[in-house]
């Protein structure tokens, strides 16, 4: 089968590879849509911090080359022994953690922060940039009847979504802050309407906002326009937002937050920031408002597929898609560039 | 009577002032003791933050010289008409925050983020480092039988820290980290152990560690002895402890703070830096911590007394007392090169 191979920053290679095969308690899935994402693309232009690039993984052994892609679904196409309740034919959604089950944190259920974890698409045998791939059943989820191959792929981004919306502990009315409106700011805003919250987004690109604007947000705005805190002090009467999500992941959007937020209110960051970013801590006095991250998700796709089934995930003018072959110059450079907020590729 | 007139940065003065007369809905104290706090230093020492030296007060239209000391306590003299529930005689102590109750916190029940809030001790006519003092009934906290005036003192800073273990949400069992065993990191281990936690206390001063260790510290660290984080991983078995209590106020303890803290654990913030805080995020992410801040206290000082009235506050090591008339050279100066703890001042 066909495969992107990640060998290192700056190489990856579309090649033939051995088609996988599944053993027990695994499926075998015919990629239908493998999402890029911005993971990937530093993996690929900066530091990799993803993929085994020096050393083996410490849980699962592998090595680069790697194959990328870790937004994977499609269809069943062969059920392993013992791997109950799928079959054949069945779209599915995967999740791409691989947990190692035995450290403290693994113990407690919080899978997300396993001090081993490995990523199918970064650091196991597979991946979705592939044709076909091979996981553990208990990773592929099944969508129910009604939604596409289009919007499986986008579970696993919009569970990263989903799980920073839950951290924010907002629900019904409350007005919430989005700083970003690429595919995250607007999973972030989706997961908010789904929960009957809405946002307020805060996004630089016109092209950007009028998508964010068409698909629900309450409120849009421009940072460049002026003081962004002041405007959502504005729009809140002086009582200051639910939560912030910074879905920017630029530094200055902290202090932006803290201005914005209300009294114990929560700000979420979602994209992480190699540099320090400056905590004004007079800021965090002023509200005691409390400031954290939501990493990858854990036990959220269930909640994405329901809302999705809701119908609160449209995909207007923001999805676009492409083949494998070019993946790098029609996906990872048309990114990079600012020419598409989602590409989905089709492997086959 | 004497008081301490504050007049801005290095000019405090005990003068001979009229004596405050007690007006509806008000009560007139005899001060049995004020404690100095850090802020009283700030203010004398620094950039004054509290006192309104450039302008009148928003909410109370005061300005210096005002009278300092904002840790309180004394006996009911004098009982204003419609004061109810006290009586001459009762030992009080004075929680000085003075809310506007109109603006959006105080709307909430926040009083202590009110957006003109005034303090007495700093921004009202009135303070604890004199002989007298008139306040509102409702500012007044009436002690129960047992306790002494230097515990009544201490309620207002044991809040302080009260209000930040609330915040940290500790309960039975859990082990926390204490930064700083001054008064508010003593104050904080004393809270934790009314609450059913245990401490482990991180300070540098071996004096103040034995102090610590002797007041019931589950555990005490020098920071100077390596990496604080790897010890408390190790103390709890790579689990980390369930929260943090930053009453040190240095920037590099929030890091130290994020190393040692559980998955989802919280970091709270006692000490304000002026100076911005770096946030390292892949910290924040390692465990979805949250970080926040603690502003003074809402509503805690019933529950400081009755901790105390438990006897969950003792005084030994760590307590001094001084006349007023030398309030700079054997208070400020003395907490300013570390020869003491906690000072109170008897202004009688």
């Known amino acids: 089968m066909r495969a992107a191979m990640f060998y290192g920053p700056g190489d990856l290679r579309v090649e033939e590879v051995p088609e996988p095969v599944p053993g027990p308690e695994q499926v075998k899935i015919k990629i239908a849509f493998n999402g890029i994402c ?8 900066g530091a990799p911090m993803m993929t085994p690039v020096a050393a083996p993984h410490p849980l699962t052994g592998v090595q680069v080359p790697v194959i990328l892609g870790h937004e994977a679904a499609g269809t069943v196409v062969e059920v392993g022994p013992d791997a109950d309740e799928i079959t054949e034919g069945d779209l599915v959604a995967i999740e791409p953690i691989v947990s190692c089950g035995s450290c403290p944190a693994c113990a407690s259920g919080a899978y997300n922060h396993c001090a081993r974890m490995a990523f199918h698409g970064f650091s196991t045998t597979g991946g ?3 044709e076909y791939t091979v996981v553990a059943r208990k990773m592929a989820h099944v969508l129910p009847a009604g939604l596409t191959p289009h919007q499986a792929a986008l579970v696993e981004p919009m569970a990263v979504a989903y799980h920073a919306v839950r951290r924010t502990e907002a629900g019904q009315g409350d007005l919430c802050v989005v700083f970003g409106a690429g595919p995250i ?4 805003m989706f997961a908010l309407q789904a ?3 809405s946002a307020i987004v805060v996004e630089p690109s016109e092209q950007r906002r009028a998508v964010a604007q068409k698909l629900g947000a309450a409120y849009v705005l421009d940072p460049g326009d002026g003081d962004v805190a002041a405007s959502i002090q504005d729009i809140t009467s002086g009582r200051g937002a639910t939560a912030c999500i910074d879905a ?3 530094p200055s959007t902290l202090s932006d937050s803290l201005r914005s937020v209300m009294v114990e209110g929560r700000v979420v960051l979602v994209g992480v920031s190699m540099e320090p970013v400056p905590l004004m801590t007079p800021l965090l006095f002023m509200t005691e408002a409390t400031v954290t991250a939501s990493a990858a998700y854990r036990g959220d796709f269930p909640a994405v597929i329901e809302s999705m089934r809701q119908g609160h995930y449209p995909l207007d003018g923001w999805i676009s898609t492409i083949g494998l072959d070019h993946v790098v110059a029609d996906g990872f450079e048309a990114l990079r560039a600012g020419r598409a907020t989602k590409i989905l590729v089709s492997p086959s």
């Open 38 to 45: 911005g993971s990937d693309l530093h993996e690929y232009y």
């Open 128 to 130: 979705g940039l592939a």
């Open 248 to 250: 920017a992941g630029v």
């Open 185 to 188: 700011g607007l999973g972030v």
């Open 195 to 197: 929960l009957g919250a």
